[in-house]
C-alpha cells in the first residue's frame, strides 16, 4: 500500500499539470488571469502572519480610573431604574400617562401613577404561572 503522502503529492502534480494545460482557455470563459504572488492564506496561520507583517503599536493608553459617582446621581440613577421598571409592565396608553405625569412632576409622581394603574391591570389579568382553577375564581369574583 502507498503512503498517503505520496498519493497526495501526485494528487497536487496532477492538478498542477490539468491547470497549466487549461490556463489558455481562461481566456475565452472571461475569468481573470490567476493571481500571481504569495497565495492566500487562511485560519490560524494567516492571523499569526498578518500580525508578524503589522508594524509594532504604540502601547494603549491608560485610561483614568472613573470618580465614583455621588450620592446624588446614585439616587437619580436608582429612581430612573425604579420608573424604567414600573413602565415595563403597562400598556401603550399607561405608558403615555405615567410619561406624562413624569413630565408635568418627577419620578416620584410618576411612580405612584405607575403603581396606581398597575394594581388596576394586575386585577384584570391573571397572573403568570397560576393555575387554571385559580383564574376561573379570580374571574367569576
Known sequence: MRNVFTIIDDLQAGLAELKDALRPLAVFAGNAPARRGRPRLSGRRAAEE????????????????RKPASPKVRAMRVQQGLYLAALRGLTVQQRSQVKKAKANGDYGAALKMAA???KKAGAAKPKRGAKRSEMTAAASA
Open 50 to 65: 498578518r500580525a508578524d507583517e503589522q508594524t509594532p503599536r504604540t502601547p494603549a493608553r491608560t485610561r483614568k480610573p
Open 116 to 118: 396606581s394603574l398597575a
